[in-house]
């Protein structure tokens, strides 16, 4: 994809994502003929991502992503349940769907992975409830049943194995965004904000808790620039751990130092606490990711070189 | 072999393993640590150093002119990684030509053309002599001087913390042609013979019993106009040159050794051993980002970019790689770590002491932290 392109489309995605409408922008895409492209050109993916965490905003991205090229818009992809990236869906003689679905359509169907591969339920077929929680405002829904297979469609050629590293690499680059949102938003504060005569961010301990949050967002950057497209698993975790540890640092930071102020309900930024809490938690946080690295490397007994030169 | 001429670095890599299976036998005898120190790690490696010249793989990624082979810094890096995952200890001495090097072929090539093959050889040894007693992360301090004299410059002062430096026959010197008022814009790069008459070289024992460095003093040492390195009075620019070879071209150098260290770790720790897995996957994380930021910098020289303030950041990841692989390796070695004096033990000891210098050499971290703050995040100036 060439540069104006994107361009294009990132610019028709910022004003849609400003409308708050978080079905019209996969509608747009689907329409424009670009869902192939959003499976195989990490550059488009990341760059969609990455601005939905800028802008703080919600869609079906992720729907998208996960499904595989054989997508349609009415599709609402079930993901896994926080923490975990494992297949929201087991068969246990029937379907067992236990997972979560960001802005899920109420007419369905739902794209049910699970470690065989991937099948479509009705609606009807699974209980849809909202689970506003920390954050109301990403339309996060829980999805559960108990389905016979009978009643479900698969769909081939699809294998969880590829979604939840393209799944991974997406939400790393949405956390990305959001440790920039909140990097920025500490950055134009203690820019401003003064105490002692001067700017809270001419302090070095300031300075030096933001500098390590931008190490940690340089860090994830790299990674997922320097693997693009990748369908390595450890590459795709390693982002993820980066890009969860740098949206929790940041926003941690701009909540320090944007003080009592920074704690009002008015100044908003609770808003980026909670959509960090819930992002970084989606297919497992840093923690969870990094002990999980070290379980694959003490299984290979190897620590493999993942960027090539 | 592919031919050489137009072969590609994923090539030129597979074609260095070709070799590096080929020679198995002969290279096992560098796929260990030896005892003895420093010095007796050099001569060890002076073998190896000639091997590797003599198949031309050191020689790529330098000057023809200056006695390479051509090719570019991605070609030095392949060789460093190439190297790490074949288990083969690197010679610390490389860690000296991605400083010095890059300088020589930029500013001198003459003194270049007569000293890097020589050195790829193993026949030399050179330190960089930059920090003094007080002027560390505070390069512009430097008080040593040089007074510029008919036929070249009189030296005098002390170098401190010269890496390799009791084995070094020659070093690079930054020195002070004007007054200490003048900071950065008096300053000079000089090519010393540390046998010349006057210098007087003591080694320093380190933290972890090793002479890892030394301690250098000039006493009236007469250095020849043509050991001038880059313009007079033009020293900071070439060290800032340096600088960005020693931040970016050593880290990747590292990465290359610290990932061999991570899979022996990774391979000791008992699988369902939580806090020994989360250990090796915090290290990964640290070594996956360091790998992929050095790529970016290490395309960047090769393409003859500055790599720019954001090498900082290399620096700060490399520092905390360097501590969590280490640390990785103490845990699951806990026992041996203290109690035991076989060489693996101490080769151990040795570099996990070593680890913990890196947030110090080259720019101590905090320094770092500022240089990003500043040039990065664009924070207002003030004093902290």
Redesign the interface.
Known sequence: MNPDELELITGTAYRLFEQGDSYALVDELVGAGLEKELHSDDELTGALMTLQGRVGATSTLLSLIVSGSAFDPSWTAVLPLLGTHAAPGQRQGDLVVDGLAINPHTAGPYLVYTPEGAVLVPSDGVITTPANGLDPDLGLHTVIGTVALGSCTPVDGLRWDDAEVRALRAVAYELIGLAERALTRAVEHVTERKQFGKAIGTFQVVQHRLVDANTALAAAKAVLESTPGSDDLLAALAAKAWAGRAAREAVDAAQQFCGAMGFTWEFGLHQLVRRITVVEALFGDSEQVIEEIGNILVGRSDAPRLAAL | MTSTVTRT??EH?ADLAEWIGENSDTLDNFRRTVAGGVHAEIEHNRELMTLLYEAGWSRWGWPEEVGGLGGSE?HR??LY?GLG?AGIEIPEVFVIIETVAPVLAHYAPELAADHLPAYLRGDEVWGQGFSEPEAGSDLASVRTSARATDDGFLLNGQKIWMTLGPSADYALVLARTGTTESRHRGLTMLWVNLASAGVTVRPIVAANGREEFAEVFFEDVEVPAEYLVGPQDGGWGVAMFLLQYERGMYAWLRQ?IL?HR??A???R???G??R??????????????L???S??T??ALAEGRNPGP?VS?DK??LSSAERATFEAARKAQFEEFVVSDDLESTTLRDEWFYSRATSIFGGAV?VQ??I??QH?????????
Do not use: N, Q
């Open positions: 670095i994923a890599t991605l890096a392949a990684d995952a290359s990932h991570l899979s770790v990774a391979g720790v008992r699988p051993d939580t020994l897995s989360r250990a090796v996957g915090e290290a990964f994380v640290l070594l996956a980002a790998r992929a930021r790529v970016t290490v395309t954001v950041v700060m990841l905090d932290r500022d990003v703050a990065v995040l664009c924070l207002p100036k003030g004093g902290s």
